[in-house]
């Protein structure tokens, strides 16, 4: 789900198989380069998420803005700063973000120098509680027999 946030997955520790974490970068919400729906392109499969609609998109936006100053605050990117909170939820859990790109493949990797005080770890939770999503994470799919 995203944003993630501990309430995505049980972060307990006990004997288990490792978790995997994958579009935590919110499809390229965190980049930012968004700042409205008309921004993704025409044949953008974005468009027909309903997280990327209307006034979903704009309460999404206001959560990137926080995610934004928080990773500003650290010297890192966006993505650097999710990746790096999904880091710190413990050694079973792994964050596969998805890039085209050598420079972000690089990028993202430095996400393993960013240290988090509990205290952050906390800032960050409240920030995004459990439901703070707006919209279905997947369009409906009863049209399709689905």
Known sequence: KW?????NFDTRPRSRP?????KLLGRGFLTGRFQRPE?????DFRR????????N????????KIIQEM???????????????????GDDI??????????????????VTIHWSPAELQR?????????TAGARYADMSTVNR
């Open 18 to 22: 490792g978790q995997f974490l994958k």
């Open 57 to 64: 998109f704009q309460k999404n936006l206001q959560l990137v």
């Open 94 to 111: 792994v964050p596969i973000p998805g890039t085209k790109r050598r420079t972000y493949l690089e990028e993202n990797a430095q996400a």
């Open 71 to 89: 990773a500003e605050a650290k010297g890192a990117t966006p993505a650097q700063l999710a990746i790096s909170w999904v880091l710190a939820q």
């Open 48 to 55: 027909h998420h309903p997280r990327f609609q209307g006034e």
């Open 124 to 132: 960050i939770s409240d920030a995004f509680p459990t439901g703070s």
């Open 39 to 43: 921004d993704l392109p025409e044949d």
């Open 3 to 7: 944003p993630p946030t501990p309430a």
